[in-house]
């Protein structure tokens, strides 16, 4: 039964750390969420953030959680066996399409593709371009070569794959659709291409989501006023082009606009 504010509590099935910032803790039972879809985990007396769902298969949710702050750090020191409050899925994720897509992430940010792929598979031909900083930040390589038809890695200082930004890596002539998640100077770049070519793509933003049902406005964007949190995460390239705040602006636990720097 859900509590008050709508936490279930989920037990945790398995820890595994997959590079030295990132752990993947997976939860038995499924959220029941849609790629690109989140979640909030509530830690009891520390806090409550949003993280999104990196697959939902065979009764299991899995979560790549980074190491930030207080909540992220107290989820990485929990144990298997114990459990976590979650509330949600919340959000817009986005759009299953047929056809030639091509999925690029960074870091922690690949994990909605992981789902992504899970559910475009037999559906899509789907590439996937990772960019990570070095070969120990490589994550869940094998699970996306069996989830993807197609793997290209890249790390800025040449330690695996290719070498430098993946995004000095993307055919763009070969997508139908375009889908990216993670740091948000790559996802610009990815964006500002597509549109160019005339590319129907989708990005996932990431900004303080703090009550994740549109009351707060800590994830607003301007100048049109739409919340990551209910509005998104997930925008089109469209709509991506009129938010001035895209690649430059988020804001703050007080509501101040701080310059996006990666
Ligand atoms: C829709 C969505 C999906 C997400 N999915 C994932 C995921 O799958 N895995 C994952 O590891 N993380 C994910 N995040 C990011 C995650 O929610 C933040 O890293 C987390 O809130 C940090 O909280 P904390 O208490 O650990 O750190 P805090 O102590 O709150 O923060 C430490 C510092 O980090 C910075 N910071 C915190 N949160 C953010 C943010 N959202 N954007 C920019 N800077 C921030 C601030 O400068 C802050 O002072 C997601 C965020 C959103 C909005």
């Given at each position: ?25 997976v939860l038995e039972g499924e ?76 870091g922690y940010g690949i994990a909605?593709?992981l789902f992504l792929a899970d ?144």
């Amino acid at each position: 039964m859900p509590n008050w504010l709508g936490h279930r509590t989920f037990t945790i099935k398995e820890i595994e750390p997959l590079s030295p910032r990132v752990k993947k803790i997976v939860l038995e039972g499924e959220v029941r969420a849609e790629p690109g879809q989140y979640v909030m985990i509530w830690v009891p007396k520390v806090g409550e953030i949003p993280v999104s769902i990196a697959r939902e298969l065979n009764g299991e949710t899995w979560l790549l959680v980074a190491r930030v702050g207080r909540v992220s750090s107290a989820i990485h020191s929990m144990r298997e066996g114990d459990k976590l409050w979650v509330r949600g899925p919340y959000g817009k994720g986005f759009t299953l399409r047929k056809g030639r897509v091509t999925l690029v992430g960074g870091g922690y940010g690949i994990a909605p593709l992981l789902f992504l792929a899970d559910r475009l598979g037999g559906l899509a031909e789907v590439r996937l371009y990772a960019g990570f900083k070095s070969k120990d930040e490589v994550l869940l390589e094998e699970i996306f070569r069996e989830a993807a038809d197609d793997v290209i890695i890249a790390t800025d200082d040449g330690s695996y794959g290719l070498k430098g930004f993946i995004t000095e890596h993307i055919d763009y002539e070969w997508p139908q659709y375009i889908y990216t998640a993670g740091p948000e100077q790559m996802m610009v770049k990815v964006v500002r291409e597509a549109l160019r070519r005339g590319i129907e793509v989708e990005a996932s933003l990431e900004r303080l989501v703090r009550c994740a049902i549109g009351i707060c406005g800590s994830c607003s964007l301007d100048p049109l006023g739409l919340l990551v949190c209910r509005d998104g995460p997930v925008f089109d390239g469209k709509t991506l082009s009129k938010i001035h705040d895209f690649g430059k602006y988020w804001r703050d636990f007080d509501g101040r606009k701080i310059p996006l720097i990666h």
